[in-house]
């Protein structure tokens, strides 16, 4: 769901329905915070990347540095 589908979606009217200002003061508040947690999911996803590269590079670095287990004098 996307803050705009929040913000523009319709209810039916009903007999005794609810105060249409209040409904759409609350879809925006609702829109509000969904849009702040899609911020922060796209902001920890690429922190997730960026971590997952950095630790590939270790790993990469520190495999090259090692020498394989039995691989000595020994």
Known sequence: MT???VRTHAFDPHR???DPDQVREFQGRVADELSELHRRVR???QEND???R???DW???HARE???P???HW
Do not use: F, I, S, V
Request: with cysteine; net charge positive.
């Open 3 to 5: 803050p705009h589908e």
């Open 16 to 18: 005794r329905g609810l």
């Open 43 to 45: 902001l920890l996803a």
């Open 50 to 52: 960026r971590l997952k």
């Open 54 to 56: 950095a630790l590939r």
């Open 59 to 61: 790993q990469a670095m």
């Open 66 to 68: 090692c020498r394989p």
């Open 70 to 72: 039995n691989d000595g």
